[in-house]
């Protein structure tokens, strides 16, 4: 659970903030993006993140806890059939704070704040479909379940040889270093 705030609340009270905060959310999923100040944005981006997480889990018991802050039974409808498989993908980050010129009236900072519905590039695709693959490949070569090849020496994978390679290196650069501040000594 996030620490409460200290100091000034949005609305005056807890209870008046939160409810600020809900309304903020709600429209925020009703129109995917919403013109407000920089502190209500920053304020409301660890709630609304929070509530896509539970709309990605797509349980009842998540559809619930939702609930009970977005009242609006269209809205929470709209965050677990449109907006949570569009960012399926995303492993947090589904929110945007852009600054904007202040108010008139008043001069404050304002901000737009806006659902990151674009799919992830194609660049975080590959690194992460690697990242499986070597997983993948850690879990096969650590776990072999033969009975027959037990004398056999063990083949090493080329994640394996990396490792051991860098782990080699390591010794050796850490070795000249602490060679090196001996002799400056």
Do not use: C
Request: aromatic share 2%.
């Amino acid at each position: 659970m996030p620490t409460p705030t200290k100091g000034p609340r949005l609305g005056g009270g807890p209870a008046h903030e939160r409810i600020i905060l809900a309304n903020l959310v709600t429209s925020l999923f009703e129109h995917g993006r919403i013109t407000t100040t920089e502190a209500k944005a920053k304020r409301m981006r660890p709630l609304a993140e929070r509530m896509i997480t539970f709309a990605k889990r797509g349980d009842l018991h998540a559809r619930r806890r939702v609930l009970t802050t977005v009242k609006s039974k269209d809205v929470v409808y709209r965050l677990f059939s449109e907006i949570a498989p569009a960012v399926a993908e995303r492993q947090g980050g589904y929110t945007r704070i852009t600054k904007v010129a202040p108010r008139k009236g008043d001069n404050a900072p304002m901000a737009v704040i806006e659902l990151v519905l674009e799919p992830l590039s194609p660049k975080q695709a590959v690194v992460k479909e690697a990242e499986k693959a070597a997983v993948k490949a850690a879990k096969k070569t650590a776990a072999p379940k033969t009975d027959k090849v037990e004398d056999a020496p063990a083949e090493e994978t080329p994640v394996a040889e990396a490792a051991e390679v860098t782990a080699e290196e390591l010794l050796d650069t850490t070795a000249d270093e602490a060679g090196s501040e001996q002799a400056d000594a």
